[in-house]
């Protein structure tokens, strides 16, 4: 979730400000004084304080709104699991639920930043290209460190109800919530390790950035594009998962509405990438694997194209998984199924 314009190569030209090359727009804008030369994760983290601030924000009135939910027993998260009902025992877990959305929104707008990159740019947008990729970069860190918040609150929750020892309730605790196959029950058993592969792919394919000049600009450009994945495999995690999106409702259908805007941004991406050598040329090519590749290509976008449609006609339909009743068994965060 970084920049998708990396420089070509070593040789500073690439990365002088505003320069242009065959391929395309190159590193865009010009230097502001005292900013260094090339971005490094820590100039990036210092930048990125004014939206992890406002994610911060966000996060507490999310908090609030769930809260006040569970007092006045609106939530869906009580309906799941009605022991939850007691609001003051269980304020980790909505903290971690809180964390959870300002992640998932932080995802989406980084997402969206990193295709109006990568992609055709409305020429009035309100922000400079420079300005626009290093916005791309820190709320890609925030987006990070908010998944990570949402994980760890989840892993408080769990020890604050373990009656076990301290340390192996933290034991415990840390195998469910970061090990691959360590929650055991329910659709838990799915969702969590989808949740885990979102957050551990979205560490290497988004701080790879701040090495691209030892990986290479190429292979961090390849392996930054597999990026949209972590974002497609949040948004599973939360429709599966989610208490508050466990039942059909306008809040569910609204996560598949914001959906619609990222596939759109994707194929306008495919599209009429910013980088002319993404382009897909006319014909496939003479060689064999040239046309492997066309096609490929061309199926990656047929693919994206087929998404869009479906997620039209999921909104449309209203058949969106979202569930009629609540779970089986109401008695532990472990079970709702
Ligand atoms: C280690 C990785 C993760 C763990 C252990 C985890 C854990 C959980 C749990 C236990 C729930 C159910 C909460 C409920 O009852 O509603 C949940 C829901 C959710 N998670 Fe995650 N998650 C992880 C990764 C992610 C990621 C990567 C995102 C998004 C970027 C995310 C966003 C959400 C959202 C939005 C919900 C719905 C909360 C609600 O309905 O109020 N999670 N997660």
Known sequence: MTNPHPAPGPGAAAETPGSTTSDGPQVPGPRRSGEPRRPTL???????????????????????????????????????????????AFWLYFLSQAFGWSALLWAWGTVILGLLLSGPRPSRLPLSGPRLERLHRTTSLNTIALIAAHALF???????????????????????????GGYDSGTGRIAIPVGQAALYLAIPLGLLFY????????????????????????????????????????FRTGVWLLQLPIAALLLLRLLRPARR????????????????????????????????????????SGRDGGRSVPPEDTSSTHNHD
């Open 42 to 88: 820590r100039s990036d983290l210092r930048a990125s304080w004014p939206d992890g601030l406002a994610a911060l924000v966000i996060t507490a009135a999310v908090f609030v709104l769930l809260y006040i939910r569970i007092r006045n027993e609106t939530s869906s998260t009580v309906t799941v699991m009605p022991f939850m009902a007691d609001a003051d």
């Open 211 to 250: 090495v691209r000049h030892r990986i290479g600009p190429k292979t961090w450009r390849v392996l930054h594009r597999c990026v949209i994945v972590v974002y497609v495999l949040s948004v599973w995690h939360t429709l599966l998962y989610g208490t508050n999106v466990w039942y059909d409702g306008w």
């Open 277 to 316: 050598s993404e382009k897909l040329s006319g014909s496939p090519g003479a060689s064999a694997g040239a046309r492997t590749g066309w096609a490929l290509r061309l199926g990656g976008r047929l693919a994206v194209a087929a998404v869009l449609v479906a997620l039209v006609a999921v909104v449309a």
């Open 154 to 180: 989840f892993g408080a929750e769990l020890i604050r109800f373990d009656t076990a020892a301290w340390n192996s309730a933290v034991a415990t605790a840390f195998v469910e919530v970061f090990v691959p």
